[in-house]
């Protein structure tokens, strides 16, 4: 896809995000709205995977470290074709394949049920060993809030990816600065993000705008190329991206809008949308 078609897509998963959290009146907006354009980009660009056959023993693996998000996650499955996008307003109802966090019984295109805070790096560590023991060239993904980096197993897992030298693991950072509590700096500062992970031997890449395609591209192209390192890519995102109320609010983090602030959030949307097709 181009730039283009990517940013709209997006746009779309972000329609369908307020929309699952709206119908379900719970769930978490503001991290998977900071989160759409990296899904986007995973689901629709980078990744070798098949939603026609989403085991196939060849495919690039993703693990939703902060399973929270996981309205972003199903709709970047849902609308790649994994499941049918009418599904996701189903999210959190009795029944509904869509559980409130990812469940890879459960759910097409899952590769692992995620939610405890900190485990699902493990989890990719594991994948993305298992691969080099089996000298088979897929590539894992995962992706962790900045919050979620105040978890010690974060960085247990990630000295062993760099001292096992597992270049075909790619931790992804969403970086919107915020967590369920107020401003990560205040709750318990992670920073110097890059520093931390450079120290486990990884190759970082800081991106400045990580609801930005182009950087986005230039970032997982540069990543292929390592060799002998795991990639740590620290994204600066917007928590609540696309939405102008909830945009960079911390209250935002696990919150429903109610069929007021829903109405106002897809016209928000819309006029994103709108502006995109007239590029």
Same mark, same amino acid.
């Given at each position: 896809?181009?730039?283009?078609?990517?940013?709209?897509?997006?746009?779309?998963?972000?329609?369908?995000?307020?929309?699952?959290? %709206?119908?379900?009146?719970?769930?978490?907006?503001?991290?998977? /709205?900071?989160?759409?354009d990296v899904f986007t980009y995973l689901y629709f660009e980078e990744m070798n995977i098949d939603p026609k056959n989403p085991d196939k023993p060849d495919r690039d693996r993703f693990v939703?470290?902060?399973?929270?998000?996981?309205? !972003?996650?199903?709709?970047? /499955?849902?609308?790649?074709?994994?499941?049918?996008?009418?599904?996701?307003? *189903?999210?959190? %109802?009795? +029944? &509904? %394949?869509? @559980?409130? %966090?990812?469940?890879?019984?459960?759910?097409? !295109?899952?590769?692992? &049920?995620? +939610?405890? /805070? $900190? @485990?699902?790096?493990?989890?990719?560590?594991?994948?993305?060993?298992?691969?080099?023991? &089996?000298?088979?060239?897929?590539?894992?993904? *995962?992706?962790? !809030?900045?919050?979620?980096?105040?978890?010690? @197993?974060?960085?247990?897992?990630?000295?062993?990816? $760099?001292?096992?030298?597992?270049?075909?693991?790619?931790?992804?950072?969403?970086? =919107?600065?915020l967590q369920i509590d107020g401003n990560v700096a205040d709750v318990c500062s992670p920073y110097p993000i890059d520093k931390k992970f450079e120290a486990f031997n990884f190759h970082v890449?800081?991106? #400045?705008? !990580?609801?930005?395609?182009?950087?986005?591209? #230039?970032?997982?192209?540069? #990543?292929? *190329?390592?060799? $002998?390192?795991? *990639?740590?890519?620290?994204?600066?995102?917007?928590?609540?991206? +696309?939405?102008?109320?909830?945009?960079?609010?911390? &209250?935002?983090?696990?919150?429903?809008? =109610?069929?007021?602030q829903y109405a106002v959030a897809m016209a928000d949307l819309e006029k994103v949308g709108e502006a995109l097709c007239q590029k």
């Open positions: 896809m181009n730039t283009l078609e990517l940013q709209k897509t997006a746009n779309e998963i972000r329609k369908s995000i307020v929309t699952a959290v %709206h119908s379900a009146k719970a769930g978490h907006p503001g991290g998977s /709205l900071s989160a759409a939703l470290s902060k399973g929270h998000t996981a309205p !972003g996650y199903y709709s970047a /499955l849902a609308h790649r074709g994994f499941f049918p996008v009418e599904d996701l307003p *189903t999210l959190r %109802h009795i +029944g &509904s %394949h869509l @559980q409130g %966090h990812p469940c890879m019984q459960h759910t097409p !295109g899952v590769d692992m &049920s995620s +939610g405890s /805070l $900190g @485990q699902g790096i493990s989890v990719a560590v594991g994948m993305a060993l298992s691969a080099k023991l &089996s000298n088979a060239d897929y590539r894992v993904y *995962t992706l962790l !809030g900045d919050g979620e980096i105040q978890e010690g @197993q974060v960085w247990e897992a990630s000295m062993f990816a $760099g001292h096992r030298k597992l270049d075909n693991l790619c931790v992804i950072v969403d970086n =919107n600065g890449i800081n991106v #400045a705008d !990580g609801n930005d395609m182009d950087q986005l591209r #230039a970032a997982f192209e540069e #990543a292929r *190329t390592v060799k $002998g390192m795991p *990639t740590a890519i620290i994204m600066k995102t917007v928590k609540g991206k +696309g939405v102008s109320f909830m945009e960079n609010q911390a &209250s935002w983090h696990g919150t429903a809008p =109610n069929d007021e």
